[in-house]
């Protein structure tokens, strides 16, 4: 498999009143054409790391990195330009919660005609066949309705897969989807993981799924990445997920209550401040 | 099974806006026995948290009864019932006075009813949910998630209730956390026979803590089950069939 | 505590006691303050104008009432003998006179905001908490309040009531307020359905226990802002009622009614009235740096 993505001792440091204070340290993975998921909790750094690989990490914080390779372009040197022809067209970001993310004041469809503009050249009729297609394709059943509708008319799930459409409509090569379901219900979550899903199937995008969910996580990616204190503490294969080997992974799994019943009290996580070392 | 503790019969809650009246709850009916543990699960909009709401006032009843101890519940509520019933809010972000110190939100409850030695109290409030008094004198923004929730659940307990709703209480906190508040929670009601109502989505957190559980969807009661017949996967709707699928994670392509 | 430094104490994680979180809590915000220079300067001409005001008698060399020797100590231009701004028409010190007149200023700024600050503030937060028709009636009162200009309003009042300087500030008081009332009014309706109020509501908490202990602490930083930021402009309306013979009256060396004064040898004796004009600009500018340098520790939603 190529690799589209490498990455290599990604570090981000924001400063603090106590001195700078890294949230990512030395944080190294490739990605190809497929779905690797990274897991952990708050503040373990998960989000920062996908935003750095869009170059979106917020000042006063900055991120470093000793390879950050992304299809042959290195992403550190990168100019305004290069990002220009980057982002939207070639990687992109699903963010949690559609309602922060959509323009407020421009309807669907011309923020979709907007993502396309960088695309190739191609007429407005064209555009707007297209935009609708990946309306359709994201599983909205009445997508001229909703070409129209402005983000605030939609409900929670659709507007989740218009932003998702809006991320898609240009054909991505990379998709970071940071918690793109957490703010939806479970039997909308599926469909819009499917959407997903048959994106890197059809596709052939790699997808970087972030995640605090280990269980969504675990069935739906081929490999995990487990986060702690901003770094790796251990990579895995999804379906080896049960024979983890580092403590954290295996009390995050343990902590969670199960619908078949099982230990009370819940196993704790109980953390060691090796780990973070 | 014990003494019918709350009683709810044909609850309905409207709202209304303008012109608009949405039915948020319509003819839900559930009792929960003393000491007992009961859940309500259901997506957003289903009507599950209003429910807890209603209970306690914070929504308004439109038809129905709700009877505590067996004694319907006059509006606006006595002073008497929120000495028996309190609730512990989904987001501890929010559910707490961003410019009171810990030591206000649990005092003010003992001032309001009247309560003696209220320093002891206070103390021993924090020491039942696992913060020490070193937590006291603090501001919410000084506390994690976790900590906060804690803080929430000693608000809800200082005024030593029988009944505990529960909305949500560990959505908005991470895995390792929630187990720890879950645990504080189960801990709480066999110490002190406490009545629980838990609202949430997750299936797996209502399975865990809950005796029975009702599914809502739409502002109705669609399926009441028990745990056992939850864990066996025995559900008799398929909506319920669908949220546990959902639950279990995600199951590429199924026929559907 | 010998060996913790007064800073660490107040910087504590974990306060041992009700005083040490509240002061903690207030110096950090001290702190955050510190940082933004321009606010301090603003401070500081506040606080210069209170210790004017307070030491009036000490400062200023001439009496503010009395003149000197009409023949020969009119109109002295600034810096002529011991007259560090000169003298009026009537032989006044202008220094004397607007260090005396700091007192008048002092006296609206503080009485205003005594005022109009809680019935803003108590008619915002009632109309907001129980909405209905409460709102409504409260918010139809305000909306008239609002409907006139400040200083026509003013006007009105203080032709009712008779000039001087007590009408003026009862008359600026009865007219600043409804601004107050729909910001606290705004910030409650966002108060209003959040969970720690429900909680409260829960505890068995009064509406009056609610209103007063949680909902007013919330909008208290964002009326004092706007309080702060409209001084100025209280400043303004008073020196405009005393320039226009309604506020404080002759002799009293209140600001307007100095210019007002002056303004009639402009052209020639242009600093009787230009000094107490620089004293309302500087003023005017101290309470505005604070107001703004307020804003920016104590409102939340300026901060990024």
Redesign the interface.
């Known amino acids: 498999m190529t690799s589209l993505l490498t990455i290599e001792d990604l570090r981000i440091t924001f400063p603090s009143r106590q001195g700078p204070s890294e949230v990512v340290r030395g944080v190294s993975f490739t990605l190809g054409r497929e779905r690797l998921g990274i897991v952990g909790e708050s503040g373990s750094g998960k989000s920062q790391t996908g935003r750095a690989i869009l170059g979106l990490t917020p000042p006063p914080g900055k991120a470093t990195a000793r390879v950050l390779d992304f299809d042959g372009t290195d992403l550190r040197a990168a100019s305004a330009a290069t990002w220009r022809r980057l982002r939207g067209a070639r990687m992109s970001m699903v963010m949690q919660d559609p309602k922060f993310s959509l323009n407020p004041v421009m309807t669907i469809g011309r923020q979709l005609m907007e993502a396309l503009k960088f695309g190739a050249s191609e007429t407005r009729a064209e555009a707007r066949t297209r935009a609708l297609a990946m309306l359709e394709a994201v599983q909205i059943r009445d997508p001229e309705r909703v070409f129209r509708a402005y983000p605030h008319e939609l409900s929670g799930g659709m507007g989740q897969r218009a932003m998702i459409a809006m991320m898609l409509v240009a054909e991505p090569d990379l998709l970071i989807a940071d918690e793109p379901t957490s703010a939806l219900d479970v039997t909308v979550q599926v469909e819009v993981l499917r959407i997903l899903d048959r994106l890197v199937s059809e596709r052939g995008m790699g997808l970087l799924f972030i995640s605090h969910d280990l269980r969504l996580v675990s069935s739906f990616c081929d490999r995990v990445l487990v986060m702690y204190a901003g770094r790796v503490v251990e990579e895995l294969k999804a379906s080896e997920l049960t024979q983890a080997q580092h403590p954290y992974t295996r009390g995050l799994m343990n902590c969670l209550p199960k619908i078949e019943g099982g230990q009370r009290p819940l196993p704790t996580l109980e953390r060691d401040a090796a780990w973070a070392r | 099974m014990g003494e019918v503790m709350l009683q709810v019969a044909d609850l309905a809650v409207t709202f209304r806006r303008g012109g608009d009246a949405v039915h948020a709850v319509q003819d839900v009916s559930f009792s929960v026995a003393q000491g007992e543990s009961f859940g309500i699960v259901g997506?957003?909009g289903s009507g599950k948290s209003t429910v807890l709401?209603a209970i306690?006032a914070?929504a308004p009843t439109s038809a129905g009864t709700i009877r505590l101890r067996d004694a319907p519940l006059a509006t606006p509520r006595p002073?008497r019932?929120?000495?028996q019933v309190?609730?512990v809010?989904?987001?501890p972000y929010?559910?707490?006075?961003?410019?009171?110190?810990i030591?206000?939100v649990l005092s003010?409850?003992l001032a309001?009813?009247g309560f003696d030695r209220r320093e002891e109290r206070i103390e021993r409030a924090l020491e039942e949910v696992g913060l020490g008094g070193?937590?006291r004198?603090?501001?919410p923004h000084?506390l994690s998630?976790g900590q906060r929730q804690r803080v929430?659940v000693a608000?809800a307990l200082i005024?030593e209730p029988e009944v505990l709703l529960l909305d949500e209480p560990t959505s908005a906190l991470?895995?390792?956390?929630?187990?720890?508040v879950?645990?504080l929670l189960?801990?709480l009601r066999a110490e002190r026979g406490l009545t629980y109502v838990m609202v949430s989505?997750d299936?797996?957190?209502v399975?865990?803590?809950c005796d029975r559980l009702m599914v809502m969807q739409h502002g109705r009661a669609i399926e009441e089950l028990s745990?056992a017949a939850?864990?066996a996967?025995r559900a008799e709707t398929d909506y319920t069939r669908?949220?546990?699928s959902?639950?279990?994670?995600?199951?590429?392509?199924e026929a559907s | 505590m010998s060996a913790m430094t007064r800073h660490e104490w107040l910087l504590s994680d974990r306060p041992t006691s009700r005083r040490q979180a509240r002061l903690g809590q207030a110096y950090r915000t001290w702190l955050s303050f510190r940082t933004n220079w321009l606010a301090m300067v603003g401070l500081g001409i506040v606080v210069a104008l209170v210790l004017v005001a307070l030491f009036a008698n000490v400062i200023a060399p001439y009496d503010p009432v009395l003149g000197g020797d009409l023949r020969t100590e009119r109109f002295l231009p600034p810096l002529t003998g011991n007259h560090l701004l000169g003298t009026d028409d009537l032989s006044r010190d202008i220094f004397s006179r607007i260090v005396h007149g700091s007192r008048l200023t002092l006296l609206v700024v503080v009485l205003v905001a005594v005022i109009a600050t809680p019935i803003g503030l108590l008619v915002g937060t009632t109309a907001g908490y129980f909405g209905g028709w409460v709102d409504t009636v409260l918010m139809r009162i305000t909306d008239i309040f609002l409907a006139f200009p400040r200083l026509i309003l003013a006007l009105a009042f203080v032709a009712a009531l008779g000039p001087g300087i007590e009408n003026a500030i009862i008359a600026i008081a009865i007219t600043s307020w409804p601004p107050y009332a729909r910001l606290a009014r705004a910030e409650t309706l966002t108060i209003r359905d959040s969970d720690f109020i429900s909680a409260a509501r829960l505890q068995g908490a009064s509406s009056a226990r609610i209103l007063w202990g949680h909902v007013t602490p919330l909008c208290l930083s964002s009326v004092i802002i706007r309080v702060t930021l409209d001084m100025a402009g209280i400043i303004l309306t008073a020196a405009g009622l005393g320039f226009l013979g309604l506020g404080a009256q002759p002799p009293q060396p209140e600001w307007g009614a100095m210019i007002a004064a002056g303004r009639r040898f402009l052209i020639d004796q242009w600093w009787v009235a230009t000094m107490p004009g620089v004293a309302i600009f500087i003023v005017s500018l101290g309470f505005n740096l604070l107001g703004d340098g307020l804003r920016d520790v104590l409102d939340p939603k300026a901060r990024k």
């Not at chain 2, 929010?94 to 110190?101: D, I, K, M, N």
């Not at chain 2, 991470?174 to 720890?180: G, L, R, V």
């Open positions: 997506e957003s709401r306690c914070l002073a019932f929120f000495r309190q609730m809010f989904q987001d929010a559910s707490l006075h961003p410019r009171h110190t030591d206000r003010e409850p309001i009813h070193g937590f004198f603090r501001y000084q998630g929430a608000r005024l991470d895995a390792s956390i929630q187990a720890e879950l645990n189960d801990r989505h299936l797996a957190v399975a865990h803590m745990r939850l864990a996967h669908k949220l546990l959902a639950s279990e994670g995600y199951t590429p392509a």
